[in-house]
């Protein structure tokens, strides 16, 4: 992170009479839009006080400009995040819970919590293969689901899960609340996925994306609702989300994908009904199959509760 840029200049006879918005531009290369969040945030001064963007400059008068330090969106910052639970740690991998609004690794437009950030601040020394951001991430959470994840802390487990999770031997065991009941009440979704055309935020279902492949079966199914177990074959980004919406069965709360607002507030929740509850692999050190499980956070819990009991 580099220091904040301050900057004091004269106001030039050239300029007199522009807004303070383009004198900027002129005098410190900026563009008029950087110059305009610069005036509302409070870090342009004209003769000691701040200013409008549309106020008018006249020469000899000191514009005083503080332009704040650039933050690298890539950069690793160590901080504890409460609410991630180490469910297992050992030499070669540490296996986490992972909460609701934490990603797993810093990201362009990204300014919350990371697991990266958490393992950094918490004192674990995690595997340094990959891009420095994700360094030891061998798979992936989107921001808005929970549950349990794998990170590698040796290069050799990192190869090996990296391999594993790539060769599809690794068995991802989510659990999802859908909307209504799929009928069948078991199957496979075989349909590729990429991005949405219209909004570049969200994915669909299109005729030349990439290779998509979600098993589900219903576990339980009630009035409004079908607790299903899903397993994937691939792991696409919001892919159970993304095949979900496709059946018309999106998961409970998932606004993005054409869930009912109205049930979502009815049952609580701010975010799709969507868990990873089960993960399975062979140990990258003793070659041993294991499985680590995370139960449902208390805003699931509580939404399948009300689904439950609806009659």
């Known amino acids: 992170m580099t220091q904040a840029d301050h900057r ?40 000691g006080s701040e200013v409008g963007k549309s106020d008018r400059v006249f020469p000899g008068a000191m514009l005083d400009v503080t332009i704040p330090a650039a933050v690298d969106p890539l950069e690793v910052v160590p901080e504890v995040v409460e609410g991630i639970g180490i469910i297992h740690d050992d030499d070669s991998i540490v296996v986490i819970d992972k909460p609701v609004g934490v990603a797993v690794h810093p990201s362009p437009g990204w300014s919350g919590p990371t697991v990266v950030g958490h393992l950094a601040g918490a004192g674990f020394r995690i595997a340094t293969s990959g891009a420095s951001e994700r360094q030891g991430i061998v798979q992936r959470l989107d921001v808005g689901t929970s549950g349990v994840m794998v990170i ?29 009941h799929p009928d069948p009440l078991e199957g496979t979704v075989d349909a590729p996925i990429g991005r949405h055309p219209k909004a570049d935020y969200k994915f669909a279902v299109m005729a030349d994306g990439r290779p998509s492949v979600t098993h589900y079966e219903t576990l339980e199914a009630h009035r409004f609702a079908s607790l299903l177990e899903v397993h994937l074959e691939t792991g696409r980004t919001h892919q159970i989300r993304v095949h979900m919406s496709a059946l018309k069965h999106p998961c409970v709360g998932d606004l993005t994908y054409g869930a009912d607002p109205t049930l979502a507030k009815r049952v609580g929740l701010e975010r799709q009904w969507l868990h990873a509850v089960r993960l399975g692999f062979e140990h990258p050190d003793t070659g041993e199959h294991v499985e680590y499980e995370s139960s449902y956070p208390d805003d699931l819990a509580h939404a399948l509760a009300v689904i439950r009991d609806a009659h």
């Open 8 to 47: 004091t200049l004269p106001v030039p006879e050239s300029l007199a009479g522009e807004r303070v918005d383009a004198a900027m531009a002129q005098l410190f290369g900026l563009s008029r839009t950087r110059a305009a969040d610069l005036i509302a945030q409070g870090q342009v001064l004209v003769d």
């Open 152 to 180: 590698a802390k040796s290069e050799h487990a990192y190869s090996l899960l990296k391999n594993a999770f790539r060769q599809r031997t690794v068995e991802k065991t989510y659990h999802a609340l859908v909307q209504g």
